[in-house]
């Protein structure tokens, strides 16, 4: 039976995880503002790493909106650092590497043949509720263009 992936008007499962520093980030302590969770396979991979370059340089788009991204691998958080640092990151990019691909199985997009987080993105609104969800396959980068036009319907 495949994971349930949290459909929009569904609460957004709660998780805790480690950023790219150690420091903890718990979804719901960022209630009262928009969070993007964004799902991507592994960090320094080609397709990723053009995604999460394209929200880097358009970042504004989502701070505009008192939008808070949030960049979830399976990756350890050592990995992440070196990656953000790479690739001048200035988002959380979260480590669900142990238990590995947890978080990920909660929101329906972990991979259990390949280990890795599918291409799932979640937009979430101040009050811990999914508006947006979709779910890309592994090697289809997610559109830029759809992000924007979500945030917009939560103004």
């Known amino acids: ?90 988002f959380d990019l979260l480590s669900d590497f142990w238990p590995h691909g947890d978080v990920a199985r909660s929101y329906g997009v972990f991979n259990e043949t390949r280990g890795m987080a599918e291409r799932g993105t979640f937009i979430i609104d101040d009050g811990g509720i999914v508006r947006y969800s979709v779910v890309n396959p592994v090697g289809e980068a997610r559109s830029l263009a759809e992000y924007r036009k979500a945030l917009d319907e939560l103004a």
Do not use: W
């Open 1 to 90: 039976m495949p994971a349930h992936i949290p459909r929009t008007g569904e609460t957004a499962p709660d998780f805790e995880l480690p950023n790219q520093f150690g420091e903890p980030v718990r979804l719901s302590k960022l209630r009262g503002r928009i969070t993007v969770v964004v799902f991507y396979p592994f960090a320094f991979s080609g397709v990723c790493t053009g995604e999460l370059c394209e929200l880097r340089d358009n970042l504004d788009a989502f701070t505009a909106k008192d939008a808070h991204v949030l960049a979830v691998s399976v990756d350890a958080k050592y990995a992440l650092r070196a990656y953000a640092q790479s690739e001048g990151y200035d």
